[in-house]
């Protein structure tokens, strides 16, 4: 069956603009994850939806960062003024519960701030 | 707070020989531990688990042992291939929660 998908593949953008990065989960997994991967490190948890609610967003680095899940399906993480240090694989993942339901993870959209 | 940390790389091994990739964690509470890894060019998918002590996770011919009293999930193969050559993550979830702390990754080539 059809797995995480991830929309752009990768995003150039410039310093101040504002992005967003599109995660379809797969289908029937109720909870969804955010986490942000830089160059030679583990990925770094962002935010964890459990339906449409964010069940945890201890992770969003700043005001600037803003996730949404309107309808307990597809996300959509928003980026502000985005900054050079903002530059990383964005990474979605999805379970069919919380908890410690397996995480299957999509490709990564590649994100650079120029 | 919690934390993972995993012996750096690169990792370079034969064909056939022994692998043990080291993997320490600091928790509060009784977290599940996992092994990722990630093969060149696609994305992150899960090795192997453990939810609770003592348990041993095990796939593809790795296994790795949660260990409380050493906070340690060692990931080992008796005898690697060159297709596992990959960067292989550690990771803990919190008790109770969704989210995923991983470690820094530890990358493994393994040569002919």
């Known amino acids: 069956g059809a797995g995480v998908s991830q929309t752009p593949s990768n995003k150039v953008t410039e310093k101040g603009k504002y992005v967003e990065l599109r995660c379809d989960p797969i289908?029937?997994?109720?909870?969804l994850y955010w986490y942000r991967q830089s160059l030679g490190q583990g990925p770094e948890f962002l935010i964890y939806?459990?339906?449409?609610?964010?069940?945890?967003d201890s992770g969003l680095p700043n005001d600037r960062f803003f996730a949404v899940r309107p309808e307990g399906s597809v996300s959509t993480l928003k980026i502000q003024r985005t900054e050079r240090g903002d530059s990383a694989v964005y990474l979605c993942?999805?379970?069919?519960?919380?908890?410690?339901?397996?995480?299957?993870f999509g490709p990564g959209t590649r994100l650079t701030v120029l | 707070g919690n934390s993972v940390t995993q012996m750096e790389g690169p990792v370079t091994l034969s064909e056939e020989a022994f692998l043990t990739i080291n993997c320490t964690y600091t928790a509060t509470g009784y977290p599940s531990l996992f092994w990722y890894v990630q093969y060149p060019g696609e994305g992150l998918q899960l090795l192997l688990k453990?939810?609770?002590?003592?348990d041993k996770g095990s796939n593809k011919g790795f296994e790795a042992t949660y260990r409380k009293e050493t906070t340690s999930f060692h990931l080992e193969k008796g005898s690697v291939q060159v297709s596992d050559s990959a960067v292989y993550f550690c990771?803990?979830?919190?008790?109770?929660?969704?989210?995923?702390?991983f470690g820094q990754g530890t990358t493994l080539q393994v040569k002919p």
């Open positions: 289908s029937g997994h109720t909870a």
């Open positions: 453990a939810t609770k002590a003592d």
């Open positions: 993942a999805s379970s069919l519960g919380g908890g410690g339901d397996t995480q299957y």
């Open positions: 990771a803990l979830s919190p008790s109770n929660t969704g989210k995923l702390i």
């Open positions: 939806f459990q339906g449409t609610g964010a069940a945890d």
